[in-house]
């Protein structure tokens, strides 16, 4: 089956600093990508909808300035956590939209566990 | 605005059991998905139901859907150890991709 990585698995970072965490499709173009938060003991929370070569549209309540997102490939996505705080700390997965033979289906990264101090 | 909720939220069964998750959505949509979560591991498509009265197997897990009554359901039959996990269902409710989803059931089988 298809195949996202993500990158990094983990992160510890000191309060205040930026962190990158990038989102690649493998084996196939994913035209459309999203960013997910999952706090702990609660369901994944959609950030934002990222498509290829356009600018990212945020979920409602989710700061655009703290989360940039670039979708500069049909492969690869960002999230840059900016000037992060201990609030930040959370669980964040991406998905790539994969359409094959008219079937459309969703795949995901194996998330990346943020810790700011 | 879409609410998705799923029950039980904790499940804790033995082996050999069936049991049945529900999962319940507020508005229309023909588009369901069953994820299933590893412990720090990534999401794992399990179902796809794109109408109503869809019904999908793979080994002991059975999904169906039926939209009149906006529910989904997850059926485990004689439960494996190997089953334990968190389950998710989403819904689409656009046809976008953009997912609401279940809080989820933490799934544990008792040898």
């Known amino acids: 089956g298809a195949v996202v990585s993500q990158h990094p698995s983990r992160v510890i970072c000191k309060s205040g600093t930026s962190v990158k965490i990038e989102c690649r499709s493998l084996?196939?173009?994913?035209?459309?990508m999203f960013w997910y938060r999952q706090f702990p003991k609660q369901s994944l929370m959609l950030m934002a909808t990222?498509?290829?070569?356009?600018?990212?549209?945020?979920e409602q309540g989710v700061e655009k300035d703290k989360f940039l997102i670039n979708h500069a490939s049909l492969t690869l996505s960002t999230l840059t956590v900016t000037s992060a705080h201990p609030e930040d700390s959370s669980f964040y997965i991406c998905?790539?939209?994969?359409?094959?033979?008219?079937?459309?289906?969703?795949?995901f990264g194996s998330g990346t566990q943020l810790s700011v101090l | 605005e879409l609410k998705v909720e799923q029950n039980p939220l904790f499940l804790s069964m033995q082996e050999g059991k069936n049991y049945t998750i529900y999962c319940n959505y507020s508005?229309?949509?023909?588009?369901l998905y069953w994820y299933r979560q590893d412990p720090g591991k990534s999401l794992e498509s399990l179902f796809v139901?794109?109408?109503n009265g869809a019904v999908k197997q793979e080994g002991r897990l059975m999904a169906s859907l039926d939209t009149k009554a906006r529910l989904s359901t997850l059926h485990i039959t004689a439960a494996v150890h190997d089953l334990s996990a968190t389950y998710f269902c989403?819904?689409?409710?656009?046809?976008?991709?953009?997912?609401?989803w279940g809080a989820g059931t933490k799934l544990i089988i008792k040898p």
């Open positions: 990222s498509n290829e070569g356009s600018k990212a549209t945020y």
């Open positions: 084996d196939f173009q994913a035209t459309t």
């Open positions: 989403a819904v689409d409710e656009d046809s976008n991709y953009q997912l609401i």
């Open positions: 508005t229309t949509s023909d588009r």
């Open positions: 139901l794109l109408s």
């Open positions: 998905s790539a939209s994969q359409i094959r033979g008219g079937n459309e289906k969703l795949f």
